[in-house]
C-alpha cells in the first residue's frame, strides 16, 4: 500500500519548522552576545593555543579537580575605571585619630531601694481596734499613727509602771535606801519594756501626768514613704509573726537594666548614665551604676547594673520602664567608618584609594566597634582613603582579577599586551 501524501507533507513541514526555529534561536544567541560585546566596548580576550597548554601543563595529572576553586584576597590592588567607579557608586573617606567613646544602650525597670523598706510587726499579741491608715498605696508620714491595739500584757504594764511611779515618789526620803533603789529599778525596768515595743516618749508622759491607764495604745510610722503591702484590718488579733505593713521610702529609687556580657568589662561604679521614660517625654535623670550583678543569666547573656537617682518629689513610681544610655569616654583612637571594613570571619580588610583609580586591599586589625565606627589597630595609618560605599564590587573585581590570574599565571593583568588592559578581562565575566 502506497503511503498517503497529505502525510508525508505534514512530516516535512514539522522538520522544517523545528529546524528554523533552531536557526532563529541560534540567530538571537548570536545577537545577544554582539549587543553585549559593542554594549560594553571591550573585546573579548581568547586564550592562544600556548596559554591553552602552559594552563593544561601546570595542572598535576593525579590533582583531583575541586569543585569550587578558592581564590585568595589579591593584595596587590585592582583598578576601576572611574566611570565604573560612579555606576557602583564608590565613596571614600580619611582614617582620623579622634576620641572614641562607647554608647551603652539598654532598657530597665524602676525599682524600690531595698534599703529604705520598712516591714511593720507588733512586738507584742494584741487586737487592732481602730485602724488609721486603711489602703495600699497611701502616702504617710514620719510618726504618723497607723492604728491602735488592745493589748492585755501592754494593760498590765502600764498599771506596773504606774505603781513603780508612785512608790519612787513616796519612798523617796526613805530612811532605808535600798527599799527606794528597788522601786526606781522597777520604775526604770517598766520604762524600758514600753521603749523595747516602740511606745513613744509622749504617751509614757502622759501616763504618768493623768495616772490613768489607757485600754489601747498607738502605734506610729517608723519613717516617711508609700504602704506597699498591708495585711492589717479592724478587728484582726495581730501577733509579732505578722507583717501588718510593708513602707517603702521612695525618696531615691533604683533602675535595674540589662547589659549583654561583652560590654560588662565596660561598665563602672560611679559612671554616670542618662535616663529617660515615656512617661516623662523631653525630660533626663542622671544615675549612677552603684552595683554590679555578679552573675550572669545564661539565657539572655546579660548581667544586672543598678543605677541609683533621687526622686524628690516621688515622680519615679516602681514599675516603671526607663531606656538608660551609658556614655563611656575612650580616648583618642584611630577610627574608620564601620562600612569600610569588610569582614570574612576569620580577618577584616579595607580597600585604600592609591589614586588615579588604583585600589589597594589592606588587611586590618580592629578594636573596638562603635556605633557607626571601627577602632584600627594596625593596617592603616592616619589619613588614608578607604572605601566606604561600593566596596563590595571593588572587591568583587579584585577577586575576579585574582582568579584570572591564576588561569593564566604567565600574564601581566595589568598590562595591554595580549588582550588588553585588566578592565577588559574583567569583561569576560559579564
Known amino acids: 500500500m502506497k503511503p498517503s501524501p497529505p502525510r508525508l507533507k505534514n512530516g516535512r513541514?514539522?522538520?522544517?519548522?523545528?529546524?528554523?526555529?533552531?536557526?532563529?534561536?541560534?540567530?538571537?544567541?548570536?545577537?545577544?552576545?554582539?549587543?553585549?560585546?559593542?554594549?560594553?566596548?571591550?573585546?573579548?580576550?581568547?586564550?592562544?593555543?600556548?596559554?591553552?597548554?602552559?594552563?593544561?601543563?601546570?595542572?598535576?595529572?593525579?590533582?583531583?579537580?575541586?569543585?569550587?576553586p578558592q581564590v585568595p584576597f589579591h593584595a596587590e590592588g585592582v583598578m576601576v575605571s572611574p566611570q565604573k567607579q560612579q555606576l557602583i557608586g564608590v565613596k571614600t573617606e580619611p582614617a582620623k585619630v579622634r576620641k572614641l567613646t562607647h554608647t551603652i544602650r539598654t532598657v530597665g525597670r524602676v525599682e524600690v531601694d531595698e534599703r529604705r523598706l520598712i516591714h511593720m510587726h507588733t512586738k507584742f499579741e494584741g487586737w487592732v481596734q481602730e485602724l488609721y491608715v486603711k489602703f495600699t498605696g497611701e502616702k504617710v508620714r514620719k510618726d504618723q499613727k497607723l492604728f491602735e491595739i488592745y493589748s492585755p500584757e501592754l494593760v498590765s504594764t502600764q498599771e506596773e509602771y504606774l505603781l513603780a511611779l508612785k512608790a519612787v515618789r513616796s519612798l523617796g526620803d526613805s530612811e532605808f535606801p535600798g527599799v527606794a533603789q528597788n522601786a526606781r529599778s522597777l520604775l526604770e525596768v517598766t520604762r524600758q519594756r514600753f521603749s523595747l515595743w516602740d511606745i513613744t516618749p509622749d504617751h509614757i508622759q502622759d501616763l504618768e501626768k493623768t495616772g490613768k491607764v489607757l485600754r489601747t495604745l498607738p502605734l506610729h510610722a517608723p519613717s516617711s514613704g508609700y504602704v506597699l503591702h498591708m495585711a492589717v484590718r479592724e478587728g484582726m488579733y495581730v501577733t509579732p509573726a505578722m507583717e501588718l505593713y510593708t513602707l517603702g521610702d521612695l525618696s531615691t529609687v533604683w533602675v535595674l537594666a540589662d547589659v549583654y556580657e561583652y560590654e560588662i568589662p565596660l561598665v563602672q561604679l560611679g559612671q554616670e548614665a542618662k535616663i529617660t521614660l515615656s512617661y516623662f517625654p523631653g525630660q533626663d535623670f542622671k544615675g549612677k551604676v552603684t552595683y554590679i550583678q555578679p552573675v550572669l543569666e545564661s539565657k539572655t547573656r546579660t548581667v544586672k547594673v543598678r543605677f541609683e537617682l533621687p526622686n524628690p518629689k516621688w515622680r519615679l513610681k516602681p514599675g516603671m520602664f526607663a531606656n538608660v544610655v551609658l556614655q563611656i569616654p575612650r580616648g583618642e583612637r584611630l577610627v574608620v567608618p564601620s562600612t569600610a571594613v569588610l569582614d570574612s570571619g576569620t580577618e577584616q580588610h579595607v580597600f585604600i584609594d592609591r589614586g588615579q583609580g588604583m585600589f589597594e586591599p589592606r588587611k586590618v586589625k580592629v578594636g573596638l566597634r562603635t556605633r557607626d565606627t571601627y577602632e584600627i589597630l594596625e593596617g592603616i595609618t592616619s589619613g588614608e582613603m578607604v572605601v566606604t560605599r561600593g566596596n563590595f564590587m571593588v572587591d568583587s573585581e579584585s577577586n575576579l582579577k585574582a582568579a584570572m590570574e591564576m588561569m593564566m599565571p604567565g600574564m601581566d593583568m595589568g598590562s595591554k599586551e595580549e588582550g588588553g588592559s585588566a578592565d577588559s578581562m574583567q569583561g569576560m565575566s559579564h
Open 13 to 68: 513541514r514539522q522538520a522544517l519548522l523545528g529546524l528554523l526555529g533552531w536557526i532563529g534561536l541560534l540567530v538571537v544567541v548570536v545577537a545577544v552576545g554582539v549587543g553585549l560585546y559593542w554594549w560594553r566596548g571591550e573585546k573579548p580576550f581568547t586564550p592562544t593555543a600556548s596559554m591553552e597548554r602552559e594552563v593544561k601543563d601546570s595542572t598535576p595529572p593525579t590533582a583531583p579537580t575541586p569543585s569550587a
